[in-house]
């Protein structure tokens, strides 16, 4: 077993574009591939569970913020478990060792309850070989420094979704928002 965690923290890769949209856009490109958190070399795709996200799995998310804040952001997957529906939603700290790492889920008026228009929810299901996408756009994007991750569960909702894989993203903010 530990070959197989050093051969996916030796394919752990992320590559990041952080570009400007416009004049008052941005846009981030992330893509990793999933290892444990007890890789040798570590990734910012994390799975906590390979039964669900499988190391060497892929993961690309994109967000892109216009003039005016409306935000796009766009969930790509790769090499999951087959046929399975999943929850992913943006969260407000990086991932870390553990699920619960990620902190709690980003919500554009942190005061406000959990809703779809209030979060960034990308749920998803795999077709037969693992793959899965997801996009959600909102009017509004995120606040500097608070939000910083995807985290997947194993199920949409929260009545007794677990959190088996997590990916660090550097989301942009826009100028103007505090």
């Known amino acids: ?3 197989a965690g050093l051969w996916a923290g030796a394919v752990a890769v992320v590559v990041l574009v952080a570009t400007p949209a416009a ?4 846009t981030v490109d992330a893509a990793g591939r999933f290892a444990p958190p007890t890789a040798f070399v570590p990734s910012a795709a ?3 569970d390979q039964t669900f996200v499988p190391a060497a799995g892929t993961i690309r998310v994109r967000q892109l913020t216009g003039p005016g804040a409306a935000t796009t952001v766009e969930l790509t997957v790769g090499g999951l478990r087959p046929g399975h529906t999943y929850g992913a939603y943006v969260h407000r700290r990086a991932c870390g060792s553990t ?3 990620a902190g709690d889920r980003y919500r554009n008026d942190a005061e406000a309850g959990s809703t779809a228009a209030n979060e960034v929810r ?6 037969s070989r693992g793959a899965g996408a997801a ?3 909102h009017t ?3 606040r500097r420094d608070e939000a910083a991750s995807v985290v997947i569960q194993d199920r949409p909702g929260t009545v007794g979704a677990r959190r088996v894989a997590c990916f660090t993203v550097p989301f942009g903010w826009v100028t103007g928002m505090s």
């Open 135 to 137: 996009s959600v756009r």
């Open 122 to 127: 990308l749920g998803f299901n795999t077709d």
């Open 46 to 48: 994390v799975t906590y």
């Open 99 to 101: 699920g619960a790492d």
């Open 23 to 26: 004049a008052d856009g941005y």
């Open 140 to 142: 509004w994007g995120f």
């Open 1 to 3: 077993m530990v070959g």
